[in-house]
């Protein structure tokens, strides 16, 4: 169980990597598709112990936190004070 949680912490870095890599304006369903297959990509070449039936929301979950986060850092640095 322990190392499922570090694969998942793995899987988090990886999605902050790659939405930052395919971050640009709008295209939002196409860039989380193309951050979706990266780190699927990823988990098959890996060979990640994360079943099979929740890969898909994990990394949906993954993506979704990433980019609020960033979509909140983005707005706290563009707000007039």
């Known amino acids: 169980m322990i190392q ?3 694969v998942i ?5 990886l ?3 790659f939405c930052m890599i395919v971050e640009r304006p709008r295209d939002g369903e ?4 193309e951050v ?3 780190v699927q990509d990823f988990i098959d070449k890996n060979d990640l112990p994360i079943p099979e039936p929740i890969i898909e929301d994990v990394i949906d979950f993954l993506i979704e936190h ?3 986060k960033m979509n ?3 707005k706290e640095t563009t707000e007039v004070h």
């Open 36 to 38: 979706m297959d990266a």
């Open 9 to 13: 912490s793995d899987l988090k870095y």
């Open 66 to 68: 990433v980019v609020g």
């Open 72 to 74: 909140n850092s983005i």
């Open 15 to 17: 999605a902050e990597i």
């Open 30 to 33: 196409k860039k989380k598709a």
């Open 4 to 6: 499922l949680f570090n």
